[in-house]
């Protein structure tokens, strides 16, 4: 562990071992970075084979005894690391060169913010530059999250808060709402300027939770009362357009989710809409 280090990358593991030394060898940094692997109980060769690997090396290898999930494993590298910076990064992700170190001083340069986020690269079937909003917006997190899984949060913050709860899929949307409920202020990095690469293939593209997407948001709302109480004051001072303020409920919200919504959601990426082309 290199207690210099200001950031901490944790990486959740699960069968997927050649893709995670893949994101381990994205990390390029011109500063010591703590890296921390979480192995969600693989059985596979491949993966021990990569672990041992890794584990030869700096990098911090934690290993579950059964499978747990994503949010269990990331509260496992957090309780392995120390940084004051946490850097959550799926196995199948990658770093953007530099971006840690950026992320970093921009958290040291604005004291009052917790988080630093930005606009990423989606990278597989296609590639392009993912346009995510300026702000940490409570009306678009109580429909929709456009907030990237990989950001940049002030361990202390995530503490305060209990982390990522356990939510098939949703635990990123469970803890930017609690961030937005709480007024946690963030900064952006830059439009433009990629914070992450995040590769769409197979599940992903799919997930399980759109299946029961109605189930989980309503547990979404159980979870917020207060998020979705103050909606109207919440909505008057989003910098969403007029249209989009009346769409997003209609649009989103409880709305059971299809998979034919991916080929619409691939015409308005060519339209450019939430996108930002190189």
Aim: with cysteine; proline share 6%; glycine share 6%.
């Amino acid at each position: 562990m290199k207690n210099s280090a200001r950031v901490a990358v944790i990486i959740p593991c699960f069968r997927d071992g050649p893709l995670a030394l893949e994101a381990v060898s994205s990390i390029r940094e011109d500063e010591p970075v703590e890296v921390v692997v979480v192995d969600d109980h693989s059985t596979d060769p491949a993966t021990e084979s990569v672990l041992a690997e890794l584990e030869s090396g700096a990098v911090t290898v934690v290993r579950h005894e059964r499978n747990l999930g994503p949010a269990a494993a990331r509260a496992s590298g957090m309780r392995a690391s120390a940084a004051p910076y946490v850097f959550p990064l799926d196995s199948d992700d990658h770093a953007v060169p530099g971006a840690l170190g950026r992320m970093a001083d921009a958290l040291a340069a604005h004291p009052e913010a917790d988080v630093c986020f930005g606009d990423y690269v989606e990278f597989g079937e296609s590639e392009m530059v993912r346009a995510v909003p300026a702000q940490l917006d409570p009306y678009r997190l109580a429909y929709t999250n456009e907030y990237p899984i990989s950001s940049m949060f002030r361990r202390d913050l995530l503490e305060d808060v209990g982390g990522w709860p356990t939510m098939l899929g949703y635990e990123d949307w469970h803890l930017w709402m609690t961030l937005a409920e709480r007024g946690v202020l963030a900064v952006h990095l830059g439009p433009g300027v990629p914070i992450y690469r995040r590769r769409l293939h197979g599940d992903r593209l799919l997930t399980a939770s759109k299946d029961v997407h109605p189930e989980l948001y309503a547990r979404l709302r159980d979870d917020h009362p207060r998020l979705f109480a103050d909606l109207a004051a919440h909505r008057e001072r989003s910098q969403l357009g007029r249209t989009r303020k009346v769409l997003y409920p209609i649009v989103y919200g409880s709305r059971r989710r299809f998979r034919w919504e991916r080929r619409v959601k691939a015409m308005l990426d060519r339209a450019g809409v939430w996108t930002l082309r190189r």
